[in-house]
C-alpha cells in the first residue's frame, strides 16, 4: 500500500515531468487562459525566438480587465494604454492559433468564470493563467494557480511550468451556515483568522460540512480568495455537484469519454490519514456577515461590530498601518459598521459575478430602490451570465430598482477600466481586493456579500441582512 496522499499530492504527482534533487520539478499543463493584461510580452518572445504555441488546443484568451462594460463598448476603448493590450490579444491570439473571446463574443468574460463556464476547466487540471485569481479554478479539484508574464511564455512554448511543491494546508469549516450567510461570508472570515500571509507556502484544500453543501458557485467564491489568504492555490475535492455543474458544458467530455472521466474524478480526494502541514478549523453556524473596515482583506469585522481600535494592537506596526487603514477610509474606531453610509456599489467581479449571485441580488432588491445618495452597478461576470440573468428577468428587477445593468468585464474590480471610485468615494463591493486604489484612486472599498451589497444599495448604509424584509 503506498502512503496516504492529499488531494494536492495526488494531482502533483500526476503532473510531474521532471523532478531534479532539490525538489525544482517541471510540471505538464493542462489548460491555460490569456488575458490581455499578462499575455503581450510573452508572445512578443515567442516571436522573437521564432516559436509557436506548443498547445494551442489548451489555451484559451479572453479580454476582462480593460474592456469597457457601458452598452456603447462596440465604439472601442478610448484610453490608449488599454485600446493597445486588447489589441495585441486579439492578434496574438489569431497569429498563433489561440481561441479567442472578444467583447463581441457572448462567450466573453473574466477568464475566471468563462473557464468552468465552457467546461475548460475540469477536475484534476493543472491550470494556469497570468492572474493571482486562477485559484478559483480549484473549486473543480483543479491544481490552479496564476503565473507571472515570464512563465506564461514559458508554458505558451513547452505546456509545462517549473515549480517546486508546497505545503498541504486544511481549511474544515463544520457545520451549516445560518440563513443569508454565504461563501463570501466564510472566506472573508477565513482571512480574518489566518491574515493575509496565512497560507503563504501552503496549497489549501478546504472541506467540512459548510464547504460540501455549497454550490459550485459558493466553491469558486472560496478558492477565489484564497490567494487573499497568501496561498497561491486553493482546492476542493469534486462531488456530484461538480459533474452534474460540468455535465453539458461545451469543452466539457460527453458519452463514453465523461464516464470514464468521472471514474477519475472520483479518486480526487484526500485519503485517510494523509498529512496536512498546517490545519485551520471553523465553525459555519457561528459565523454572521461580514464587512471589510480596512485597506486589507484581513481588516473585517461582523456586520454586528464597531470599527476597531488599533490602539489594542500589542504589535507597533500593526498598529500603525491599522491606523492609516482607518484613515484612509475616513473611518473612527467606534463607529458601527451599520451606520457607515455608502455612495456607490459594485456587484461583479470573479469572486460573485456569476448567475447564483445575481439571483440573491434579485431577491433582495425586487420592489425596492437604490437609495438617492447611492450609484450602484449590477455587473455580469461573462456574456453568458447575462444571457442567462436576462431570460430569468432579473435585469428588469435590477434596472426597476435603479441598478445600472451592465456588460461583462473585470469593471470596477481594479481601475483598469472607465468604472472607477472617485476620490473619497466609499463603495460596498462584492470584490476581493480592498487596497489604497484598488477601485479609483482614494476610493475607499468594503469588502462584502452580494446581498449585503444589495441592501447596502437600498438602505444606503450597512443593514445586517439577516434582518431584511
Ligand atoms: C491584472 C492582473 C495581473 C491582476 C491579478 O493578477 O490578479 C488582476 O486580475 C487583479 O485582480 O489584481
Ligand atoms: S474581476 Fe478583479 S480579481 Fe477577477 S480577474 Fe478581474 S481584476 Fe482580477
Redesign the pocket.
Known amino acids: 500500500m503506498s502512503a496516504p496522499r492529499t488531494l494536492y499530492d495526488k494531482i502533483w504527482d500526476d503532473h510531474v515531468v521532471d523532478r531534479q534533487d532539490d525538489g525544482t520539478c517541471l510540471l505538464y499543463i493542462d489548460r491555460h487562459l490569456v488575458h490581455e493584461?499578462?499575455s503581450p510580452q510573452a508572445f512578443e518572445g515567442l516571436r522573437m525566438t521564432g516559436r509557436k504555441v506548443r498547445a494551442p488546443q489548451k489555451t484559451l484568451a479572453v479580454v476582462d480587465?480593460n474592456v469597457p462594460t457601458s452598452p456603447d463598448r462596440h465604439l472601442g476603448i478610448k484610453n490608449e494604454e488599454s485600446r493597445i493590450q486588447v489589441e495585441a490579444l486579439a492578434n496574438n491570439a489569431a497569429e498563433f492559433g489561440v481561441e479567442y473571446y472578444s467583447a463581441s463574443d457572448k462567450r466573453q468574460g473574466i477568464v475566471h468564470i468563462v473557464g468552468p463556464e465552457q467546461g475548460f476547466t475540469l477536475p484534476g487540471m493543472t491550470i494556469v493563467c497570468?492572474?493571482?485569481?486562477t485559484s478559483t479554478h480549484g473549486a473543480f479539484g483543479a491544481l490552479a494557480h496564476?503565473i507571472g508574464t515570464s512563465e506564461v511564455e514559458h508554458v505558451l512554448a513547452t505546456q509545462t511550468l517549473i515549480q517546486k511543491k508546497a505545503k498541504n494546508m486544511l481549511v474544515r469549516v463544520d457545520g451549516v451556515l445560518p440563513d443569508h450567510v454565504t461563501a463570501k461570508d466564510i472566506i472573508l472570515a477565513i482571512i480574518g483568522e489566518i491574515g493575509t500571509a496565512g497560507g503563504t507556502g501552503h496549497v489549501i484544500e478546504f472541506a467540512g460540512e459548510a464547504i460540501r453543501a455549497l454550490s459550485m458557485e459558493g466553491r469558486m467564491t472560496i478558492c477565489n480568495m484564497t490567494i487573499e489568504g497568501g496561498a497561491r492555490a486553493g482546492l476542493i475535492a469534486p462531488d456530484e455537484k461538480t459533474f452534474e455543474y460540468i455535465k453539458g458544458k461545451p469543452r466539457a467530455p460527453k458519452g463514453e469519454a465523461l464516464e470514464q472521466a468521472i471514474a477519475y474524478w472520483k479518486t480526487l480526494h484526500t485519503d485517510e490519514g494523509a498529512h496536512y502541514d498546517r490545519v485551520v478549523v471553523l465553525d459555519a453556524a457561528k459565523l454572521p456577515p461580514i464587512v471589510s473596515w480596512g485597506s486589507s482583506p484581513e481588516d473585517v469585522i461582523s456586520v454586528q461590530g464597531v470599527v476597531p481600535n488599533p490602539d489594542d494592537i500589542q504589535d507597533e506596526n500593526k498598529r500603525t498601518s491599522k491606523w492609516r487603514a482607518l484613515e484612509y477610509m475616513g473611518l473612527t474606531p467606534g463607529t458601527k459598521i451599520t451606520d457607515i453610509a455608502v455612495d456607490r456599489v459594485f456587484i461583479g467581479s470573479c469572486t460573485n459575478g456569476r448567475i447564483e449571485d445575481l439571483r440573491e441580488v434579485a431577491k433582495v432588491v425586487e420592489g425596492k430602490t437604490v437609495a438617492s445618495t447611492v450609484s450602484a452597478m449590477i455587473v455580469p461576470g461573462s456574456g453568458l451570465v447575462k444571457e442567462q440573468a436576462e431570460a430569468e428577468g432579473l435585469d428588469k428587477i435590477f434596472k426597476a430598482a435603479g441598478f445600472d445593468w451592465r456588460e461583462p468585464g473585470?469593471s470596477m474590480?481594479?481601475a483598469?477600466n472607465d468604472d472607477r471610485l472617485k476620490p473619497g468615494e466609499r463603495c460596498a463591493s462584492t470584490s476581493?481586493?480592498n487596497f489604497e486604489g484598488r477601485q479609483g484612486f482614494k476610493g475607499r472599498t468594503h469588502l462584502v456579500s452580494p446581498a449585503m451589497a444589495a441592501a447596502a444599495a437600498v438602505a444606503g448604509h450597512f443593514v445586517d441582512i439577516r434582518d431584511w424584509q
Open positions: 493584461v499578462t480587465h497570468g492572474d493571482s485569481h496564476g473585470c474590480c481594479l483598469m476581493n481586493r
